[in-house]
């Protein structure tokens, strides 16, 4: 059975999923930007772009999720008036590393599954490590103190986030 077997017929064709990945990067940084501070507990909020950028990382494989994450990085980056580069490094980092956990036709089973939030987790954290470390300035706070508020908060709310998606695949798979 082919690997694209279980992609509806618009998204087997490549242009077609880049097409649908970049236009669901700019609604996710729009809804980031614009409404999540609505949803934030003290300043936290889940990184959606980090979601979209573990899921292409497990659909496309790893190249493919690497570069999402640096583009959707430094789209993001752009559409927040942040310092330039450090979300475009730390998503290309989190997609390199959910890469690895690509198999070939059984993207939606790891989607699907607690596996899922599991890589998110993973990915987020590793993510966090390296935005925050060049987010924070040396003298302000301490790394360790300023990445167990910021860092670990956003992890969870992430790997919260990321159930919606795992759930309506899930659902999807049942029907």
């Known amino acids: 059975m082919s690997p694209l077997a279980d992609r509806p017929a618009y998204m087997s ?8 990945y970049a236009v669901t990067a700019l609604t996710l940084s729009v809804v980031h930007v614009v409404f999540l501070r609505f949803i934030s ?22 190249f493919a999720g690497t570069l999402a994450g640096f583009t959707s ?4 980056d752009v559409a927040s008036a942040d310092v330039l580069g450090t979300n475009a490094l730390a998503k290309t980092i989190a997609g390199f590393v959910a890469g690895y956990f690509f198999r070939e036709g059984m ?17 987020g954290f590793l993510h966090n490590i390296v935005y925050f470390f060049f987010y924070i300035q040396p003298m302000q706070v301490s790394f360790l103190t300023f990445f167990l508020t910021y860092g670990v908060a956003t992890t969870l709310y992430t790997t919260v986030a990321a ?7 899930n659902r999807r798979q049942e029907w």
């Open 13 to 20: 064709n490549p242009a077609m999923r880049i097409i649908a």
């Open 41 to 62: 507990v003290s300043s936290v909020t889940p990184d959606l772009l980090l979601i979209l950028t573990v899921w292409i990382s497990l659909v496309e494989g790893q």
């Open 73 to 76: 990085g430094l789209l993001f």
């Open 107 to 123: 993207a939606m089973q790891i989607i699907g599954s607690y596996r899922f939030l599991l890589i998110i987790t993973l990915s």
């Open 163 to 169: 159930v919606f998606p795992m759930l309506f695949v």
